[in-house]
C-alpha cells in the first residue's frame, strides 16, 4: 500500500542547469517537509471525503449527482457567501470552514478560469489534502505563483489545472468529469495528459477483462500540478496497480522524466510492473499549439519521438492507438506472472484483433530549425517588429540584424520541470540550431531572478569579459517584461557590439489565455495581427473550434473530439500509411452545430479528397456527433466521402444512425479499419 516509504528527490532551485529526478526511499525520521510529501495524497478511494467548490453551479450539480450515485462520498461543498444545503448536503460559505466542520480529503473545483486561481489557494490555505482543478485557460502567471506557492507547503497536493481529475474506479471515487459508463474495477492505472486518449484507454482495458485501479488525469496545461513520475511512485506501491498505462504528448520533459525513473525502478525491482505508452504529436505542425495549452516546445525541449525513444530505451511498450492498450497490458501482464484480468473481469475482450502492439513508424517530417521556426506558440505571437519596439521601451538596444557578429541565444521562458520561471542561454555554436546548447537557469516566481547566476550565464554565453558587464541590464530588461506583460516565452538572438549586447533577433509569446479569461494585458493582446493568420484557422477560432492546416500534400481531413486524440489521430493515419490535411478539435463537448461547422471549415480546403470523423464519446455523446454528420450533409450538399469512426457513449446508437442513414458515409468501430477505409478513398483517382 502507500505509505511513508514513496519518495522522490527533485533538485530544485536557483542554481543553473537541468532538473535531475530519481527515485528515493527514505523513513519518516530522514525526511524533509516539501511537496513531494503530498504524494499519498493521491490514493483516493471509499474512505476519500470529498467536497466542492462552486458546489451550486449548474455543472458542480450535475457532477455531484452522477458522482454520488456511481458512490462517491460527497460531503458537501463550498458556494462563497452561502450557508445551507443543496443535494441534501451542506454548503459552506468558506474551504476553512468546511475542512473544519466536513473535514474532507479533498476537494474538486467547478468555478470558471477566472475564478479558479483564488478557489485553488483558498484550497491550499485551507490545507486541503487533495486539490483537483478541471478548468481550462487558467493564465500562466496565475498557475506560476500557484506553484510558487506549493512549493511552500507539505499538506496539499494540486492534480490539474485543465485536467479531467483523478479517479478509483476500485474506490468508486470520481473527482472529475470522467465518462462513468468506460471505467471498470481492476488492476490498470492509468496516467494521461490528455482527457480523450485516456477514455478511450479505459474502455480498451474494460473491453479486454482488465479494468482499472487508479487514473490520474495530469491533463494538458503548461505547468502540471502532478505529473507522470508522481503517478509512478503511486502506482509502484500500490498492491491494487498490476499494470501501468501512461499518455503523453509534445511538450515538456515529464516523458523523459519518466523514462529515467523507470529505468531506474525496473533496475530495483525484483517482478517490476509492465509499463505500456503513447505519445501524441509525431506529426505536429512547427509553430502552433497543438490543441492544448501546453501542447507546444520550448527550446530546448524534446520532439514526441525524442521521448518515444527514451520510453522504449527504458522498456516501455508504446503503442501508436489507445485501443491497443488493452490487448498490449493483458499480453505484458501474462508475460509478467502478474493478474490479467480485474477485480470485476467480465471476460470481454476487443471486438477486432490488435495484429501489432506498434509498427515501425516513418520518421517525422524534418522541420527547419533556423531561429523561430522551431518554437511552437501559445496563440498570442507578436511580430518581431513590434517585440523588437517593446525591447527599446525597456531601454535595451534593438535593430534588425546588420550581418555582423556572432549571434547567441537569450530567453525567458516557462521552466515545466522546475514550474518555474527561468532564463534559456545557448552559445549558438550550431548556427542551424540556436537551441542545441540550450540550458536553463530557474528561479522562484515570487523571489524573482537571482542576480548571482549571472556569471554562469555569462560563461555558458561565452561572452567576452567587456560584455559580460553588460549581460544584468538585457537579463533584468528581459525578466521584468515577461513579469509585468505575461509572457510564455521571451527568445531574443543578441550580437556583442563594442562592449554591449544588441538584440537583433526577438520571438515573443505572451499568454492569450490572461487576456481571454481575466482580460488583462489589454494592451498586448491589441498587438495580435488577423492578417497574418491563416483565415481558415481564424473562422474555425470564432466556433471554439481548434483547425490547423498541416504542410505538406495530405488527402485526408479529420474532425476529432479532444485535442490528444486529434493529435494522436494525425499521427496513426501517418502510421497507417495515410496523411492528414489538417488537425482539428472540435473541443471535449462537441455538438452537432460545432461538428456541421468543422466540415465547413475542413471543405475549405481543396486538398482534401476525403473527410475521417474519429469520435471517442466521452462528454461527447455518439449519436449527437451522427446526428451532426447527417446535419452536414443535408445542408452542405457533400461531395466528399466521409468515414465515420465512433466509440464510447452511446457508440452504439450512432453507429445505428450512421448506418441507417442511406447517406454515402462509411461507419467502423475499429481504428485501423476506419483508417484504411479513409486511405482508400484519399488514394483513388
Not at 42 to 61: D, E, N, P, S, Y
Not at 65 to 70: A, G, L, T
Not at 82 to 97: A, Q, Y
Not at 414 to 441: M, Q, T, W, Y
Amino acid at each position: 500500500m502507500i505509505s511513508a516509504m514513496i519518495g522522490r528527490q527533485l533538485l530544485r532551485g536557483p542554481g543553473p542547469g537541468s532538473i535531475s529526478r530519481k527515485h528515493v526511499s527514505f523513513s519518516a525520521s530522514t525526511r524533509h517537509n516539501s511537496y513531494e510529501d503530498t504524494i499519498s495524497n493521491l490514493k483516493i478511494g471509499k474512505h476519500t471525503r470529498v467536497i466542492f467548490q462552486g458546489f451550486t453551479g449548474r455543472q458542480a450539480t450535475a457532477n455531484a449527482k452522477e458522482s454520488i450515485e456511481w458512490g462517491t462520498n460527497i460531503v458537501g461543498g463550498v458556494t462563497p457567501g452561502k450557508n445551507g444545503e443543496h443535494l441534501g448536503l451542506p454548503v459552506l460559505p468558506t474551504v476553512r470552514e468546511a475542512m473544519e466542520k466536513l473535514k474532507p480529503d479533498a476537494t474538486g473545483i467547478y468555478v470558471a478560469a477566472h475564478q479558479a486561481p483564488g478557489a485553488i489557494e483558498e484550497a491550499i490555505e485551507a490545507e486541503v489534502p487533495l486539490v483537483v482543478a478541471v478548468a481550462e485557460h487558467i493564465p500562466i502567471h496565475d498557475m506560476l505563483r500557484i506553484h510558487s506557492m506549493l512549493r511552500t507547503q507539505s499538506k496539499s497536493r494540486l492534480v490539474g489545472a485543465n485536467a479531467p481529475g483523478i479517479i478509483s474506479a476500485i474506490g468508486k471515487c470520481r473527482i472529475g468529469f470522467q465518462p462513468l459508463p468506460c471505467f471498470m474495477p481492476g488492476r490498470v492505472g492509468i496516467a494521461a495528459k490528455s482527457g480523450t486518449l485516456s477514455y478511450e484507454a479505459v474502455a480498451s482495458t474494460t473491453r479486454a477483462g482488465l479494468g482499472q485501479s487508479l487514473c490520474i488525469g495530469m491533463g494538458g496545461d503548461v505547468l502540471a500540478g502532478t505529473d507522470f513520475v508522481d503517478a509512478l511512485n503511486i502506482f509502484e506501491h500500490d498492491d491494487e496497480t498490476e499494470g501501468i498505462v501512461l499518455i503523453g504528448e509534445i511538450g515538456g520533459e515529464a516523458e523523459l522524466e519518466a523514462a529515467e525513473w523507470i529505468t531506474d525502478y525496473r533496475k530495483r525491482s525484483p517482478n517490476p510492473k509492465p509499463i505500456s505508452a503513447l505519445v501524441g504529436g509525431i506529426h505536429a505542425a512547427p509553430g502552433k499549439v497543438m490543441g492544448h495549452a501546453g501542447a507546444f516546445t520550448l527550446p530546448g525541449e524534446s520532439d514526441a519521438l525524442t521521448k518515444i525513444k527514451h520510453l522504449e530505451a527504458a522498456g516501455v511498450t508504446v503503442v501508436n492507438h489507445p485501443a491497443k492498450f488493452g490487448d498490449a497490458m493483458k499480453l505484458l501482464l501474462g508475460k509478467s506472472g502478474r493478474a490479467s484480468t480485474g477485480a470485476a473481469a467480465s471476460g470481454l475482450s476487443e471486438r477486432r484483433s490488435i495484429h501489432t502492439m506498434r509498427r515501425v513508424r516513418s520518421t517525422a517530417k524534418a522541420f527547419a530549425s533556423s531561429f523561430g521556426s522551431t518554437i511552437q506558440k501559445r496563440n498570442l505571437y507578436i511580430r518581431e517588429d513590434l517585440a523588437l519596439d517593446l525591447l527599446r521601451e525597456q531601454g535595451i538596444n534593438a535593430s534588425e540584424y546588420s550581418g555582423k557578429g556572432r549571434k547567441r541565444m537569450l530567453a525567458v521562458a516557462v521552466d515545466r520541470a522546475n514550474l518555474s520561471p527561468c532564463i534559456i542561454a545557448s552559445p549558438a555554436n550550431n548556427p542551424g540550431d540556436p537551441h542545441a546548447e540550450a540550458k536553463k537557469f530557474a528561479f522562484d516566481y515570487q523571489s524573482g531572478f537571482d542576480v548571482s547566476q549571472v556569471p554562469a550565464i555569462a560563461e555558458h554565453l561565452q561572452l567576452g569579459h567587456s560584455s559580460k558587464e553588460s549581460l544584468p541590464k538585457l537579463i533584468n530588461g528581459l525578466v521584468d517584461l515577461y513579469m509585468k506583460k505575461e509572457a510564455f516565452l521571451l527568445e531574443t538572438m543578441f550580437v556583442e557590439r563594442l562592449g554591449d549586447l544588441k538584440v537583433v533577433g526577438a520571438r515573443f509569446g505572451f499568454d492569450d489565455a490572461a487576456y481571454r479569461s481575466t482580460r488583462r494585458q489589454s494592451d498586448i493582446h491589441a498587438l495580435r495581427r488577423i492578417e497574418d493568420e491563416d483565415p481558415q484557422e481564424l473562422d474555425a477560432e470564432k466556433d471554439g473550434i481548434v483547425y490547423i492546416k498541416l504542410p505538406g500534400g495530405g488527402y485526408i481531413g479529420t474532425l476529432v473530439n479532444g485535442a490528444g486524440l486529434a493529435m494522436n489521430t494525425v499521427d496513426a493515419l501517418a502510421d497507417a500509411g495515410g496523411e492528414a490535411a489538417n488537425f482539428l478539435d472540435t473541443g471535449g463537448k462537441a455538438t452537432s452545430e460545432t461538428v456541421k461547422k468543422s466540415f465547413e471549415v475542413i471543405l475549405q480546403d481543396k486538398r482534401v479528397k476525403v473527410i475521417f470523423v474519429n469520435i471517442f464519446g466521452g462528454l461527447t455523446l455518439g449519436d449527437m456527433i451522427a446526428n451532426g454528420v447527417l446535419l452536414a450533409f443535408k445542408e452542405l450538399e457533400m461531395r466528399l466521402p466521409v468515414v465515420v469512426r465512433i466509440r464510447g457513449t452511446n457508440e452504439g446508437e450512432g453507429q445505428k444512425i450512421i448506418a441507417e442513414s442511406g447517406l454515402p458515409l462509411h461507419a467502423y468501430d475499429d481504428f485501423e479499419e476506419a483508417a484504411a477505409k479513409a486511405i482508400e478513398l484519399a488514394n483513388k483517382p
